[in-house]
């Protein structure tokens, strides 16, 4: 088992910034690769960004390419989303993923974490 906890979601204005944690516990961090999916209100679960262990490769959705980072610190256990340039249309609940697999799919997905909200006001 693999334990998930997303933090640093809240409310912010179009043009700035949050940056988002998951604190992974339980199995080996280290072996999974990680990623973070987001859910509008009414819409799918939809991917984010990605990242492979241990942190060489990572992949972005094209409408966050550019202006998100993922990374990821094995030593403590967390994974990061640092957002930039938010945009209204960038509001959801954003969850945590990992996977020893493929995390670019829901369906890839071992583990979810309960998600944190991001709310971007125009």
């Known amino acids: 088992q693999v334990q998930l906890v997303e933090s640093g979601g809240g409310l912010v204005q179009a043009g700035g910034s949050l940056r988002l944690s998951c604190a992974a516990s339980g199995r080996t961090f280290s072996s999974y690769n990680m990623g973070w999916f987001r859910q509008a209100p009414g819409k799918e679960r939809e991917f984010v960004a990605a990242i492979s262990w241990p942190g060489g490769s990572t992949y972005y959705a094209d409408s966050v390419k550019g202006r998100f980072t993922i990374s990821r610190d094995n030593a403590k256990n967390t994974l990061y989303l640092q957002m930039n340039s938010l945009k209204p249309e960038d509001t959801a609940v954003y969850y945590c993923?990992?996977?020893?697999?493929?995390?670019?799919?829901?369906?890839?997905?071992?583990?979810w974490g309960k998600g944190t909200l991001v709310t971007v006001s125009s």
């Open positions: 993923a990992a996977s020893r697999g493929t995390v670019e799919s829901p369906r890839g997905v071992e583990y």
